[in-house]
């Protein structure tokens, strides 16, 4: 096994060298666990990340010049050593993150999975030749690497994010400025590290840590810049859109959920408990396909109440790196904050608490998992992502019912619904206004399918054989012969 102390870095990654903020400045990185302080990183701003694109720019041209086949060849030794690396990259991710080993070693695996397979796809990026409509003309298309892309990340996936965005990019021929969230620079930077000694020539991955309205400013005025994919809020995913308008970039956008989770009357109701355990709380509830809202029909309410309330009072909550620990801190104060609000106003507008709904004896930002009761669509856990391990029930009649309380939200990333029959799978299916959908299961997310929202939960799909599309423009040849 390789020493951990070579992935942790305390410097930015750019053009290939390890770099300090021209100011000299440093953000600490906290371990939302202990509070222990894990590092310092460099805070950059609007100049570093200026380098940052002439970097890429200048790195992009060599690398969109390779065949595929030798881009797929250094991005699958960077695969190779972020799977050998995978217990030290998972726990560095949960000192800097919270969540549980396990998930944060699950989460490593996950994110070398897209650099595995955009390798792959990378190879695939094929033209068309058009029957023509002039018998003097032949018509051709090419696919080119869109150009320099801007990549804001969520701290919630502080490895999978960046890699969903990377192996799509790099495969195509891009070259990419990263700003990682600032609470979970460290698997960024350790990501970098692999990179290089994968291979991967510099500029082409370039980290830059700090300021995010400066960096992110830089990134979406640049012209440079042709593309940005950002994972993260709705709010901050407007913003970003208007920013990149004067510019006309190309937006990739991964935005808030507010994922309803549905339980029919004809439902396995051990199995509909089992998948909204898994959904609800994974990542103790901080994860954009994560169930925000649970609606379950009359006739099975109460049985999938109780069984629910069961199985969160099961669950194990700690320091991510404790054994046997499957919910960790929240992210920090802020979130906790937003988290208590939301009980209180359901509490207050009538719900019923059946477990939890404080702070946990463990202090810090360690939150019990909760479940209420008799929640109402006014209330604030129906109408924006909670982010945290509180599981609300509203009770329904009809499927018609059911549907229309889904579908009530401007949000569509991912939902979920548990039932039997087959006709009334396809109609919630095609009813339901999500990107994504859960049938009879609580997780959805492989690198081999196609993630992504609709309504304002984003543009665009990461993973699959469409995740690379977004990072490339289609070029018309009319050729007369
Ligand atoms: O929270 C964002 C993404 C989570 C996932 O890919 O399942």
């Known amino acids: 096994m390789s020493d951990p102390a070579r992935l942790l870095r305390h410097q930015a990654y750019v053009d290939g060298r390890w770099i300090d903020a021209d100011g000299g400045g440093t953000l600490e990185v906290t371990n939302p666990a202990t509070g222990e302080v894990l590092a310092t990183v460099p805070d950059m701003g609007a100049s570093e990340t200026r380098r940052a694109i002439a970097a890429a720019e200048a790195a ?29 990259l998972g726990r560095l ?45 032949r018509l051709v298309t090419l696919r080119q690497p869109v150009g320099v892309v801007g990549a804001i990340t969520p701290w919630n996936f502080p490895a999978a994010m960046i890699t969903r965005k990377f192996g799509p990019a790099l495969a195509a021929g891009c070259a990419v400025v990263l700003k990682p969230a600032s609470q979970t620079p460290l698997s960024a930077l350790a990501l970098a590290v692999l990179a290089e000694e994968a291979g991967l020539p510099p500029g082409l991955f370039n980290v830059v840590t700090g300021s995010a309205s400066a960096i992110g400013g830089e990134l979406t005025s640049n012209e440079t810049v042709r593309k940005i994919s950002f994972t993260g809020s709705t709010e901050i995913g407007r913003l970003l859109m208007e920013q990149s308008s004067q510019t ?34 994974r990542n103790a509830g901080q994860t954009c396909v994560c169930t925000n809202r649970f609606y379950v029909q009359a006739a099975v309410y109460d049985e999938f109440v109780a069984k629910l309330t069961q199985a969160t009072e099961a669950l194990k909550v700690g320091n991510g790196l404790d ?16 988290v208590e609000e939301h009980v209180a106003d359901a509490l207050a507008k009538g719900a019923t608490l059946l477990t939890g709904g404080e702070r946990h004896k463990l202090g810090r930002t360690f939150f019990q998992p909760t479940v209420l009761s008799g929640v109402t669509q006014d209330m604030q856990m129906c109408r924006e992502e909670t982010f945290g391990p509180v599981s609300g029930v509203v009770r329904f009649e009809t499927e018609e019912d059911g549907v229309a309380l889904a579908n009530d939200t401007i949000f569509g990333l991912a939902g979920y619904f548990y039932a039997r029959d087959l006709s009334r799978v396809w109609r919630v299916a ?6 994504m959908i859960g049938v009879n299961t609580g997780l959805i997310s492989t690198e081999v399918a196609p993630f ?3 309504k304002q939960s984003g543009l665009g799909r990461e993973g699959s054989s469409h995740g690379i599309e977004d990072y490339l423009e289609i070029k018309y040849l009319c050729m007369g012969i």
């Open 60 to 88: 992009m041209k060599p690398w969109a010049a390779k065949t595929a086949g030798e881009r797929a060849r250094i991005l699958r030794r960077w695969f190779d050593l972020m799977m050998s690396e995978q217990d030290a």
């Open 93 to 137: 991710l949960t000192r800097e993150q919270g969540k549980s080993l396990t998930e944060a070693k699950g989460e490593i695996a996950y994110a070398a999975s897209f650099i595995e397979w955009f390798a792959e796809e990378g190879k695939r990026t094929y033209g068309e030749v058009i029957p023509s409509h002039d018998a003097s003309k």
């Open 248 to 281: 006309i970039k190309k937006m990739s956008l991964e935005l808030g959920g507010n994922a309803p989770f549905l339980v029919f009357d004809d439902a396995d109701v051990d199995a509909a408990v089992a998948g909204a355990v898994a959904s609800k709380y």
């Open 323 to 338: 054994d046997g620990v499957q919910i960790g801190p929240l992210i920090d104060d802020k979130a906790v904050k937003k």
């Open 430 to 435: 095609e009813a339901m206004q999500t990107g």
């Open 452 to 454: 992504g929202g609709i």
